[in-house]
């Protein structure tokens, strides 16, 4: 009999369930590019055999563990035991739907590793130059990194402004584009928080650039200009945070083992030669060469997927470089 109200099942509907188009499988095991959380595939039955209890069960089971982890709560539907009879429940067909459809939702999230941070120095004399610093996150296979976003990891690069070495103006409008950027926050599988910090002039913000978006060439998710208020020297100043990866990896659509991110530091050539407007009312645009020597830190931290629903640790470790 069909699988429908009053039916039994039958191994054909219990391998639809598992392996028809975007079906169970494809959510719970290895799946395909933002599809698969890398658990144990279900075994599917062979014609003509019989659905044991215990394997409906199993399903059911796992089918809450999904749906507990995307919304906090199960299907409803509870697991039969032995001797019971293996038959149709509206809450499976539907369920196993619901969780492919929201195979990047979770409810809730796992511990977060804190990078012990990288410090970076920009010393400049002439203060005209442009600097680029890297940090990495490497996960141990494509498959791992899926797995890692498509459960629901995050990664959050985070700037904080250091000392002002030399006391010039110039470093401190350094420090203070920096606490202005902030760093982007919450990089997940399709986007991102955007930068964490407020201030100076947001030229770009882009929040649609997560894991599934990378390319092996940069891309600029945020970036903060000097703010250009009157009379301020360092108008051509700006920071952007930008995020690559080393290409596909594996056979299984993901976007890379590596993700790299570059902070750029722009030392701009043009301003105004004065603090406060003359009093005329003039003034002169000029390129000013204060020299600029600080510091700032960054971090690379890691949130992990949860696995208190009952999904299994399949993404390993990511190593901060």
């Given at each position: 009999?069909?699988?429908?109200?009053?039916?039994?099942?039958?191994?054909?509907?219990?391998?639809?369930?598992l392996?028809?188009?975007?079906?169970?499988?494809?959510?719970?095991?290895?799946?395909?590019?933002?599809?698969?959380?890398?658990?144990?595939?279900?075994?599917?039955?062979?014609?003509?055999?019989?659905?044991?209890?215990?394997?409906?069960?199993?399903?059911?089971?796992?089918?809450?563990?999904?749906?507990?982890h995307?919304?906090?709560?199960?299907?409803?539907?509870?697991?039969?035991?032995?001797?019971?009879?293996?038959?149709?429940?509206?809450?499976?067909?539907?369920?196993?739907?619901?969780?492919?459809?929201?195979?990047?939702?979770?409810?809730?999230?796992?511990?977060?590793?804190?990078?012990?941070?990288?410090?970076?120095?920009?010393?400049?004399?002439?203060?005209?130059?442009?600097?680029?610093?890297?940090?990495?996150?490497?996960?141990?296979?494509?498959?791992?990194?899926?797995?890692?976003?498509?459960?629901?990891?995050?990664?959050?690069?985070v700037?904080?402004?250091?000392?002002?070495?030399?006391?010039?103006?110039?470093?401190?409008?350094?420090?203070?584009?920096?606490?202005?950027?902030?760093?982007?926050?919450?990089?997940?599988?399709?986007?991102?928080?955007?930068?964490?910090?407020?201030?100076?002039?947001?030229?770009?913000?882009?929040?649609?650039?997560?894991?599934?978006?990378?390319?092996?060439?940069?891309?600029?998710?945020?970036?903060?200009?000097?703010?250009?208020?009157?009379?301020?020297?360092?108008?051509?100043?700006?920071?952007?945070?930008?995020?690559?990866?080393?290409?596909?990896?594996g056979s299984?659509?993901?976007?890379?083992?590596?993700?790299?991110?570059?902070?750029?530091?722009?030392?701009?050539?043009?301003?105004?030669?004065?603090?406060?407007?003359?009093?005329?009312?003039?003034?002169?645009?000029?390129?000013?060469?204060?020299?600029?020597?600080?510091?700032?830190?960054?971090?690379?931290?890691?949130t992990?997927?949860?696995?208190?629903?009952?999904?299994?640790?399949?993404?390993?470790?990511?190593?901060?470089?």
């Open positions: 009999m069909a699988y429908e109200s009053g039916g039994i099942i039958s191994a054909t509907d219990y391998n639809n369930l392996n028809d188009t975007n079906k169970f499988n494809t959510t719970w095991s290895t799946g395909s590019g933002d599809a698969g959380y890398g658990q144990t595939a279900i075994t599917t039955k062979s014609a003509g055999d019989v659905v044991t209890a215990t394997e409906w069960a199993s399903l059911i089971n796992k089918l809450n563990i999904v749906r507990t995307q919304t906090g709560a199960g299907t409803g539907v509870s697991a039969v035991v032995s001797g019971d009879l293996v038959e149709y429940q509206s809450g499976v067909s539907g369920g196993v739907d619901l969780a492919y459809t929201n195979r990047t939702a979770f409810s809730a999230q796992g511990s977060t590793t804190t990078d012990a941070g990288t410090t970076h120095t920009i010393n400049d004399a002439d203060g005209l130059g442009s600097y680029s610093f890297t940090r990495t996150a490497t996960f141990s296979s494509g498959d791992a990194a899926r797995y890692f976003f498509n459960a629901g990891g995050e990664l959050n690069f700037l904080t402004a250091g000392s002002n070495t030399n006391g010039t103006g110039r470093t401190a409008q350094m420090l203070a584009i920096v606490t202005a950027c902030g760093g982007v926050q919450d990089f997940r599988a399709s986007t991102n928080g955007g930068r964490t910090g407020t201030g100076e002039t947001e030229t770009t913000n882009d929040l649609t650039i997560g894991y599934y978006d990378l390319t092996t060439s940069n891309q600029t998710i945020s970036r903060v200009d000097e703010s250009g208020a009157a009379y301020t020297p360092y108008t051509g100043d700006w920071i952007s945070v930008a995020v690559k990866s080393n290409g596909v990896q299984n659509a993901d976007k890379g083992t590596i993700i790299t991110w570059t902070i750029t530091y722009n030392l701009g050539t043009t301003g105004t030669n004065a603090s406060t407007p003359p009093a005329d009312g003039g003034y002169t645009v000029s390129a000013y060469n204060d020299a600029c020597n600080g510091n700032f830190t960054s971090k690379v931290n890691v992990y997927p949860e696995t208190a629903s009952g999904l299994s640790n399949t993404w390993g470790s990511v190593t901060i470089g």
